[in-house]
């Protein structure tokens, strides 16, 4: 059964994948990355963080929760066993093992070996919470999960630690849809939070936008594109996550011609009446909102009826997939693809890059296994700032929740922009396809990424009201 990428992508418009590791090739250079804390330092990009001598002498001990004397052990929930979307989020559950593995051949966490467990949430709320309450009896943490109906935060908040105390389960997630876990305090997101915590659901609110890529379509076709925003519209709050970046990139000049809905299940017919009204609205500009299928049959059935006028189809983090190029072939030259971490392509540009891909397997890298191996490379930066501190001894679930509190310009050392698992980076890299293979077109340079405050813009709109606008 094909894998299904469409609800996960629906459901996370502003998916921003970013991941790294330390480099294990034999290039002896190094790379700056931010501390927990904030404060710049320069690692070696081979080696790993935690030196020995921090481990020489030490007693280990059972600090907390999933920390024994020899192992510390994490979940990774992600889903992956629905029905409905088989194996849709398995390259998190695929990363989190590979990362355990690369770490535990480089020296291990906190004088420990690194374990990984794994919960199928099943793209279901009871299995969610079922698997937040293993966690908090097995692991020291969450990390690198993508579970996207988790609207009950409590048992995440209510954690308790080895002492008996509420301190909380640490939930450094991949990618956090649900606004419940978004803004549980213990949670810190790789993605992107896009919300202002606490959220009031009535009436308008600011949410955060990304219109990097947006803005630089308009800089290079004129200020005057309109055309159709295709609307995930297989669930309400597939509509409602979409409203943001609708409002967000008619802000920058975007003129909308219609917002017509699609649907995962929709075969390339459903597209003829979109394509008739871009054509009858002579439409310069295709935003895809949906997944790499959605887009093919999109582009295919333009091609059929003959739509010459558009300047740019355009489509998020979705599109950039292996999937896209093997089965859109030439009907879809031309699409422009943004996200806001250096390609796949260019992993001999960034040492954590390389990790990665090394470690997975360059035919397996996927955008959700990315921002699962940065959610690792948080979880170890915090740790290692433990011991360097106050020893593998001070490893506790309090201690990483005040780490990761106290995190400033975390960027996956240079792969992807600055963040603070609390917020939106404001970088941005678009790619095109060209003959078949993509290509970087902004910026050109290979393994940079255009950062500017003005990529991100907040809109204040009522989700729920400006839905129920969609047809």
Known sequence: MRRLRWLSVALALILVAAACGRGDDSDS???????????????????????????????LQATDVGVSATEITVTVMADTGSPLAPGLFQGNVDAMKAYADYVNENGGIACRKLVVK??????????SKNGIIDACSNSLAMVGSNALFNPDPQPLKDCADKTGAKTGLPDIAALANDINEVCNPTTYVVQAVT?????????????????????????????????????????PTTVQSAT???????????????TPKV????????????????????????????????MIKLRKEAKAQGLDTVKVWACSLACYTKLFISE??????????????????????????????????????????AQAWQGAMAFKYVIDGIVEKDGPNAVTRASLLDGLKNIK???????????????????????????????????????????DP????????DTVAEAAKIQ
């Open 29 to 59: 250079s190094a790379a700056t990355t931010q501390a927990p804390g904030g404060s710049a330092t320069t690692v070696d990009a081979n080696a790993p963080t935690t030196t020995a001598d921090k481990c020489a002498g030490q007693t």
């Open 118 to 127: 794994s919960w199928d949430s099943k793209l279901d709320p009871t299995e």
């Open 195 to 235: 919300e202002t915590c606490p959220i009031n659901l009535n009436g308008p609110r600011p949410l955060k936008a990304i219109v990097g890529a947006t803005k630089y379509y308009v800089d290079n076709f004129g200020p005057d594109l309109h055309g159709l925003f295709l609307v995930p519209g297989d669930l």
């Open 244 to 258: 943001p970046q609708i409002a967000a990139q008619e802000s920058v000049g975007i003129k909308w011609d219609g």
């Open 263 to 294: 649907s995962g299940r929709d075969e390339q017919p459903a597209y003829t009446p979109r394509i008739q009204a871009a054509k009858a609205a002579g439409a310069t500009y295709m935003y895809m909102g949906s997944n790499d299928r959605a």
């Open 328 to 369: 859109g072939g030439a009907d879809i030259e031309g699409t422009y693809v943004w996200m806001q971490f250096l390609p796949f392509e260019e992993a001999d540009a960034n040492p954590g890059l390389k990790s990665y891909s090394d470690a997975i397997g360059a035919d397996k890298v996927d955008s959700f296994g």
């Open 409 to 451: 310009g975390f960027d996956a050392d240079g792969w992807s922009g600055e963040n603070t698992l609390r917020g939106v980076s404001d970088c941005v890299v678009v790619l095109q396809v060209k003959s078949g293979k993509f290509e970087r077109v902004f910026p050109t340079e290979k393994g940079k990424l255009e950062c």
């Open 454 to 461: 003005s990529y991100v813009t907040t809109v204040n709109i």
